[in-house]
């Protein structure tokens, strides 16, 4: 059993930038982050192999936003840059036993929120 932790979130304005964290008790392998929007279903924003060697990324958020990984810690990062308002949504921390470019999840954290003014 995986349990995970978010934190970092909160509220920035447009142009701004948030990292969030999660730090992982038990065995982890691929870790991502998802979101979900206000209304919207989940979806999700980026994907990071055990290693760290492998990463994926929507297509909404590469360029600004980089997942990486620390395993000494059991903690995966989400550096987000360049926030825009569209980025709000509560994002979620997911560990899974898939390989990363198939981007399923088996264990969820409890999500933090993001909020980004405009």
């Not at 349990?3 to 979130?9: A, H, T, W």
């Not at 730090?23 to 982050?33: I, L, P, Q």
């Not at 999700?44 to 810690?73: C, E, H, L």
Request: aromatic share 10%; hydrophobic share 30%; net charge positive.
């Amino acid at each position: 059993q995986v349990q995970l932790v978010e934190s970092g979130g909160g509220l920035v304005q447009a142009g701004g930038s948030l990292r969030l964290s999660c730090v992982a008790s038990g065995r982890t392998h691929t870790m991502g982050w998802l979101r979900q929007p206000p209304g919207k279903e989940r979806e999700f924003v980026a994907g990071i192999s055990w290693s760290g060697g492998s990463s994926n990324y929507a297509d909404s958020v590469k360029g600004r936003f980089t997942i990486s990984r620390d395993n000494d810690k059991n903690t995966v990062y989400l550096q987000m840059d360049s926030l825009k308002p569209e980025d709000t949504a509560v994002y979620y921390c997911a560990a899974g036993r898939s390989a990363v470019w198939n981007k399923v999840y088996d264990y969820w954290g409890q999500g933090t929120q993001v909020t980004v003014s405009s």
